[in-house]
């Protein structure tokens, strides 16, 4: 019995050099074995709604505010719909000394590829927030209409808090937001991917860049999935799948 112990322990013991050697050691992926990739499947009939809304809002010290809100949505119709709306809130009427503080660099954000979040700061007391998140929900009915009025091309709004534009831009949408003398913000979710900046050169001021991927699956009974989704029936529906 102990001889037969110590063989196996001799074997273990001369086969760890190679196996330690080869577990550790990072493997480069060709771009052949990379294009075999693939991700988990949903079958098209199970989407019943596919949204994302981008909203930028600022706020000074004196609670005046001034924002937008785009919502992209295809709920299963041929033609997705476009909704922006404006956020306007007075505050307390006080007026705002323009900021003083001065925010260098940063040029290169704008050409950088992928996603870019960025808050810069010259002045005391902000609080600046980019957030991006992606929700996936179950149910059999879709969201909640979209708020705001129809996309036209193009839409601005104004007042004593700055100036918001809301765009087309690099094959997607941007909002650009200009805050009275206190800095500015800029959302952006294109073809090179998303952009989330914040520069601030005042005081006291409050910004958000948000931005939210949603997709609702209808509900199926259990095992239905794994019934109607063989190797097979994914890679013939693959051209139309997602």
């Known amino acids: 019995m102990k001889t037969r112990t110590w063989l196996i322990a001799g074997l273990i013991s001369l086969s760890m050099p190679v196996s330690a050697g080869n577990l550790f050691q990072p493997v480069e992926l060709s771009d052949k074995e990379l294009a075999q990739l ?3 499947y949903v079958l098209p009939d199970r989407i019943i709604h596919f949204g994302v809304t981008m909203n930028t809002i600022w706020q000074n010290s004196a609670g005046q505010t001034v924002g937008a809100l785009v919502s992209l949505r295809v709920d299963g119709v041929a033609e997705p719909s476009l909704h922006v709306s404006f956020t306007d809130q007075p505050g307390n009427g006080t007026s705002i000394a323009a900021g003083t503080g001065q925010v260098l660099g940063g040029a290169g954000l704008s050409n950088v590829d992928g996603i870019v979040q960025s808050v810069r ?13 992606i929700v996936v929900t179950n149910g059999n009915s879709a969201l909640p209409a979209a708020a705001g009025v129809s996309w036209s091309g193009s839409g601005a709004f104004s007042n004593a808090a700055g100036d918001v534009t809301v765009s087309s831009q690099a094959g997607g949408l941007q909002i650009a937001l200009q805050a009275a003398g206190q800095g500015a913000a ?6 090179t991917g998303i952009s989330q900046q914040t520069s601030i050169n005042g005081s006291l001021n409050t910004v958000r860049n948000i931005a939210a991927l949603t997709v609702a699956l209808r509900d199926r009974p259990m095992g239905l999935d794994l019934a109607n989704c063989t190797w097979e029936q994914m890679h013939a529906l693959r051209p139309t799948g997602y």
Do not use: F, H, T
């Open 121 to 133: 700061s010259a002045g005391d007391y902000n609080d600046g927030l980019n957030d991006l998140s």
């Open 38 to 40: 693939r991700g988990r």
């Open 186 to 191: 800029l959302q952006q979710i294109g073809s």
